[in-house]
């Protein structure tokens, strides 16, 4: 671990990832300055959760308004946030002037004192993250279990003084907490692209769930994009194990940058010779070097979609692989019902089921969501465009979707897709198309036209910047109006 105290560090962004990393650095002595864009009168609640400090902490120096180039006089290093992109003016500078760059996910895993679990791709992260989570706090009950890879293939044995930590892109930032962690804990962390694009440290446990085009609006093309995410893997050693889907080519495409082992996923079983979770006799099973063994039943899966199951396939490979055994797998997936605004189940009204999909951030996102119902469909989708394509969306609206309700910025975008798409297809007949500017607005028209058997579906394949502060808010923003339905 570095030692930080009496360094002097710019951190850039005062959000969540930007405050923890203020707070980890001045804990361990640093001069810390923490630069914002926004003007300090809109940073009033920011300032307020570092205003007293403990003694024996470095100062925190507030600079706000603007990203002045007299910050990097005398700097030893500068901490990125994650919503920072690398060619904000003054990181670049940075980086000309051979000053280091890092961030909370690098600070985390620099001071880590237990195995860490890496998750990440394009979708189903979050996800993922939290059933791999609920399968470590199953584990601690379980501390007899044997772990489901033979002794000597996992990373980590879970002890009656172990405790799992999980946050990463979600929740709260590991950082925050790694002083509390011991060697016997184990930490499952969620790392986005952007997170990832500047780091040089791997996990011990590394998973790539999947890679599709995202976020190009950020990256600027396909091929950096999967650059960042592949670094996740670069930095590991011959004794770390990698976790990819063998059914999704983006991440298997990485399989020639792994380092040390292999652990693999997908539906079907793998080849002879290779280790991994796939579906067999209506469970899931776990194939290894020199044994064979069935994990969990399908029918205790309470997640819609194959897009979840997936991810439940993800999590028991990556479980595997950290060292749990396979009974807390069981009941870690039994007791899971999903996270927040990822195809979360609202209410039933107007005899429709209304499901909150907000995280639908890009095209691909809408289609697995949609993909998850047989159900006749009422889709709602817009927001802001992220520079994605969205003709195959389009196809799959036409063929599946009889209701669509766009709304927001990206409306008009989304319709000219779905038009093209009928032009292309012939079909026509059946698919309803109305506008809308508003969340709100979708909501009203959407409990107006239902009819009972329908599924009212947020899903929006764009981001929530036009209206919203994020998904979240968005998502809480649609459950509301929903339950406010009289």
Same mark, same amino acid.
């Given at each position: 671990?570095?030692?930080? @105290?009496?360094?002097?560090?710019?951190?850039?962004?005062?959000?969540?990832?930007?405050?923890?990393?203020?707070?980890?650095?001045?804990?361990?002595?640093? #001069?810390?300055?923490?630069?914002?864009?926004?003007?300090?009168? *809109?940073?009033?609640?920011?300032?307020?959760?570092?205003?007293?400090?403990?003694?024996?902490?470095?100062?925190?120096?507030?600079?706000?308004?603007?990203? !002045?180039?007299?910050?990097?006089?005398?700097?030893?290093?500068?901490?990125?946030?994650?919503?920072?992109?690398?060619?904000?003016?003054?990181?670049?500078?940075?980086?000309?002037?051979?000053?280091?760059?890092?961030?909370?996910?690098?600070?985390?895993?620099?001071?880590?004192?237990?195995?860490?679990?890496?998750?990440?791709?394009?979708?189903? @992260?979050?996800?993922?993250?939290?059933?791999?989570?609920?399968?470590? #706090?199953?584990?601690?009950?379980?501390?007899?279990?044997?772990?489901?890879?033979?002794?000597?293939? &996992?990373?980590?044995?879970?002890?009656?003084?172990?405790?799992?930590?999980?946050?990463?892109?979600?929740?709260?930032?590991?950082? +925050?907490?790694?002083?509390?962690?011991?060697?016997? +804990?184990?930490?499952?962390?969620?790392?986005? &692209?952007?997170?990832?694009?500047?780091?040089?440290? &791997?996990?011990?446990?590394?998973?790539?769930?999947?890679?599709? !085009?995202?976020?190009? +609006?950020?990256?600027?093309?396909? #091929?950096?994009?999967?650059?960042?995410?592949?670094?996740?893997?670069?930095?590991?050693?011959?004794?770390?194990?990698?976790?990819?889907?063998? =059914?999704? !080519?983006?991440?298997?495409?990485?399989?020639?940058?792994?380092?040390?082992?292999?652990?693999?996923?997908?539906?079907?079983?793998?080849?002879?010779?290779?280790?991994?979770?796939?579906? @067999?006799?209506?469970?899931?099973?776990?194939?290894?070097?020199?044994?064979?063994?069935?994990?969990?039943?399908?029918?205790?899966?309470?997640?819609?979609?194959?897009?979840?199951?997936?991810?439940?396939?993800?999590?028991?490979?990556?479980?595997?692989?950290?060292?749990?055994?396979?009974?807390?797998?069981?009941?870690?997936?039994? *007791?899971?019902?999903?996270?927040?605004? /990822?195809?979360?189940?609202?209410?039933?009204?107007?005899?429709?089921?209304?499901?909150?999909?907000?995280?639908?951030?890009?095209?691909?996102?809408?289609?697995?969501?949609?993909? &998850?119902?047989?159900?006749?469909?009422?889709?709602?989708?817009?927001? /802001?465009? @992220? =520079?994605?394509?969205?003709?195959?969306?389009?196809?799959?609206?036409?063929?599946?979707?009889?209701?669509?309700?766009?709304?927001?910025?990206?409306?008009?975008?989304?319709?000219?897709?779905?038009?093209?798409? #009928?032009?292309?297809?012939?079909?026509?007949?059946?698919?309803?198309?109305?506008?809308?500017?508003?969340?709100?607005?979708?909501?009203?028209?959407?409990? *107006?036209?239902?009819?009972?058997?329908?599924?009212?579906?947020?899903?929006?394949?764009?981001?929530?910047?036009? *209206?919203?502060?994020?998904?979240?808010? /968005?998502?809480?923003?649609?459950?509301?109006?929903?339950?406010?339905?009289?």
């Amino acid at each position: 671990m570095q030692d930080w @105290k009496g360094t002097r560090v710019i951190v850039i962004g005062a959000a969540r990832q930007g405050l923890s990393a203020a707070r980890y650095l001045s804990r361990h002595g640093a #001069q810390v300055v923490l630069n914002d864009r926004r003007p300090i009168e *809109e940073l009033q609640e920011a300032r307020a959760t570092l205003r007293e400090l403990p003694s024996g902490w470095g100062p925190i120096i507030w600079v706000c308004g603007a990203h !002045p180039f007299e910050l990097l006089q005398a700097t030893d290093a500068v901490c990125v946030s994650g919503g920072v992109p690398l060619t904000l003016p003054l990181v670049a500078e940075a980086h000309r002037r051979g000053i280091p760059l890092t961030n909370d996910s690098q600070l985390f895993l620099e001071a880590a004192p237990c195995p860490v679990v890496g998750i990440t791709g394009s979708a189903g @992260k979050t996800t993922t993250t939290s059933l791999v989570g609920g399968i470590g #706090q199953a584990a601690l009950a379980q501390t007899d279990a044997p772990p489901a890879m033979p002794a000597g293939e &996992s990373v980590f044995r879970i002890t009656g003084s172990s405790r799992i930590w999980v946050g990463g892109n979600i929740g709260s930032p590991l950082l +925050d907490r790694v002083d509390q962690m011991g060697a016997a +804990d184990l930490a499952v962390m969620e790392l986005s &692209s952007f997170q990832l694009e500047l780091m040089d440290r &791997s996990p011990q446990v590394a998973a790539v769930l999947n890679l599709t !085009p995202n976020h190009l +609006d950020r990256h600027g093309s396909m #091929q950096a994009y999967i650059q960042a995410k592949a670094r996740i893997l670069e930095f590991q050693s011959s004794q770390g194990v990698a976790v990819l889907s063998r =059914d999704d !080519p983006g991440a298997w495409s990485l399989a020639d940058r792994v380092h040390g082992k292999i652990l693999t996923f997908g539906i079907q079983a793998p080849s002879p010779g290779q280790a991994g979770t796939f579906i @067999k006799n209506g469970h899931i099973y776990l194939r290894t070097e020199s044994q064979e063994q069935a994990l969990v039943a399908l029918d205790a899966i309470r997640l819609r979609g194959e897009h979840n199951l997936q991810n439940v396939l993800a999590a028991c490979a990556i479980a595997a692989a950290a060292g749990l055994p396979a009974q807390a797998m069981r009941v870690g997936v039994a *007791e899971f019902e999903g996270v927040p605004h /990822r195809l979360e189940f609202i209410r039933t009204w107007g005899g429709a089921d209304w499901y909150n999909d907000s995280i639908a951030t890009a095209p691909e996102r809408s289609m697995a969501a949609i993909r &998850s119902f047989d159900e006749p469909l009422v889709l709602l989708a817009g927001g /802001r465009d @992220k =520079d994605l394509p969205w003709e195959e969306l389009a196809e799959l609206i036409v063929r599946r979707v009889d209701h669509l309700i766009a709304f927001g910025e990206a409306a008009n975008k989304v319709v000219a897709a779905v038009q093209a798409a #009928q032009e292309m297809t012939g079909e026509s007949a059946g698919l309803t198309i109305q506008y809308c500017s508003s969340l709100s607005q979708a909501v009203t028209v959407a409990a *107006e036209i239902i009819e009972p058997g329908d599924v009212v579906l947020l899903s929006p394949g764009g981001t929530s910047f036009d *209206e919203f502060t994020d998904f979240e808010e /968005r998502g809480e923003c649609f459950a509301r109006l929903v339950r406010e339905l009289p």
